[in-house]
């Protein structure tokens, strides 16, 4: 058995997953109950509430990409980096549902580098907010400065709230930019009017 069972009851497929297997609501809900960090924070810290907050860093037109980085964690779960690295067969396997995620919402496969700098922003401001103190230091994140303000406390279904509305928000303005962006194309064929009121 190769399928995992949603929280909507939909069948996803780990080897071969497909776009019309990933919903908006499995993907809040199951980032809102993983804590990062395999739960070794000082409190319930949600891979969504993290999503939020790297999405809260980059520009306007990168926030959707950023809000879905994690995604793939909400059918493999979030293993801890140390782990991931020993584990190539599981690199493979988030790879092919990053892909599917990516179709479904009509991303780039590959991020760019202000998602990847507002990730390590975001870890070291988990570092200092969530994690016990600790001499060792973290070569990830040298040169890292957290952000300015203390991670708020939200309970799970906060989260969930929170991720899913923002989620909606930036699919719907993502979409009608692209909608409009495609009638301005056609429309230089024809008279210039107004792109319909539909869109």
């Given at each position: 058995?190769?399928?995992?069972?949603?929280?909507?009851?939909?069948?996803?497929?780990?080897l071969m997953p497909k776009a019309d297997q990933?919903?908006?609501?499995?993907?809040?809900?199951?980032?809102?109950?993983?804590?990062?960090?395999?739960?070794?924070?000082?409190?319930?810290?949600?891979?969504?509430?993290?999503?939020?907050?790297?999405?809260?860093?980059?520009?306007?037109?990168?926030?959707?990409?950023?809000?879905?980085?994690?995604?793939?964690?909400?059918?493999?779960?979030?293993?801890?980096?140390?782990?991931?690295?020993?584990?190539?067969?599981?690199?493979?396997?988030?790879?092919?549902?990053?892909?599917?995620?990516?179709?479904?919402?009509?991303?780039?496969?590959?991020?760019?580098?202000?998602?990847?700098?507002?990730?390590?922003?975001?870890?070291?401001?988990?570092?200092?907010?969530?994690?016990?103190?600790?001499?060792?230091?973290?070569?990830?994140?040298?040169?890292?400065?957290?952000?300015?303000?203390?991670?708020?406390?939200?309970?799970?279904?906060?989260?969930?709230?929170?991720y899913h509305s923002k989620?909606?928000?930036?699919?719907?303005?993502?979409?009608?930019?692209?909608?409009?962006?495609?009638?301005?194309?056609?429309?230089?064929?024809?008279?210039?009017?107004?792109?319909?009121?539909?869109?």
């Open positions: 058995m190769t399928w995992i069972l949603t929280r909507t009851g939909r069948r996803f497929d780990l990933v919903s908006t609501l499995d993907i809040a809900h199951a980032l809102a109950n993983i804590c990062r960090f395999n739960g070794h924070t000082s409190r319930h810290y949600s891979v969504a509430q993290h999503s939020l907050l790297v999405a809260s860093i980059v520009p306007a037109e990168h926030q959707l990409a950023a809000l879905l980085h994690d995604a793939t964690e909400a059918y493999v779960g979030d293993m801890v980096r140390p782990l991931k690295a020993l584990l190539p067969d599981y690199s493979a396997i988030e790879n092919g549902i990053w892909l599917a995620i990516c179709e479904r919402f009509n991303l780039e496969p590959e991020l760019p580098a202000c998602i990847h700098e507002a990730d390590m922003v975001a870890l070291a401001t988990e570092r200092r907010d969530l994690m016990p103190e600790h001499g060792e230091r973290w070569p990830c994140l040298e040169g890292v400065t957290p952000v300015p303000y203390r991670l708020p406390e939200w309970t799970s279904t906060h989260a969930c709230i929170q989620l909606l928000d930036l699919l719907q303005t993502t979409h009608r930019t692209r909608a409009l962006s495609t009638w301005e194309r056609v429309d230089e064929h024809h008279a210039g009017g107004e792109a319909p009121l539909c869109m």
